[in-house]
């Protein structure tokens, strides 16, 4: 999706977010499959340096996309069983670098909101053109909002024909009153968007939203 695209890259092929987080409504709505499919725009199209961090703790999925080991990830860093530098050494798959989640925890908006979880995504954004973050829905968790408090952007996945329309505006009411709203939308599922495009540009809903955040 362009917007999201260009959300994440500046026109002069450099990078104009540090780091964007992708979310959604709920599960299903093709959040993961955006961020391995952005990832491979960005790094392949913009040669930018791009790493994937999986912050979904509850049930990552950028590891089976990517066809690599859960671990050792993100969990292993924060908790200092790991060495950041020997992880994003070399890029995992066709030139895209990447953070799995690593194994699993106890409390994983406590880990997301941590100082080392911080210290962790900033090392990262100096280290890397464009940082791209997998999380957890808006809707299940607060986890988005303890990562979109480190990040520059928010890019929201929508499923044409599947999220509920209910649900999309209680997801941006959250982000709103949390990271603020979305920089960018992007629709998945495209052969309904024919229908949902309609809802997005009613007026009665298009003030809900900022006009750059185009499906």
Not at 42 to 62: E, F, G, H, Q, S
Not at 144 to 149: D, H, I, T
Request: charged share 25%.
């Amino acid at each position: 999706n362009r917007s999201a695209e260009k959300t994440a890259q500046a026109p002069e092929g450099g990078p104009k977010h540090g780091s964007v987080v992708l979310t959604s409504s709920q599960r299903g709505d093709g959040k993961t499959t955006t961020v391995c499919n952005l990832a491979a725009i960005l790094a392949t199209n913009y040669k930018l340096k791009v790493l994937i961090i999986d912050t979904d703790l509850r049930r990552p999925a950028v590891h089976r996309y990517m066809g690599i080991d859960r671990g050792p990830g993100f969990t292993e860093i924060v908790n200092g069983k790991a060495d950041y530098r020997t992880i994003v050494q070399e890029p995992r798959v066709r030139d895209i670098y990447v953070i799995p989640a690593g194994s699993r925890c106890d409390n994983p908006g406590g880990m997301l909101s941590s100082l080392a979880a911080k210290e962790l995504f900033e090392r990262a954004k100096n280290d890397f053109d464009v940082v791209l973050f997998d999380t957890s829905p808006v809707l299940k968790t607060a986890d988005v909002q303890a990562v979109g408090a480190s990040t520059d952007a928010v890019v929201f996945v929508v499923k044409a024909g599947v999220t509920p329309r209910h649900m999309i505006e209680d997801a941006f009411s959250t982000l709103k009153d949390t990271t603020g709203m979305p920089d960018a939308c992007v629709l998945t599922n495209a052969t309904r968007m024919l229908d949902y495009y309609s809802y997005w540009t009613n007026p009665q809903y298009r003030e809900c939203y900022y006009e750059d955040a185009a499906v």
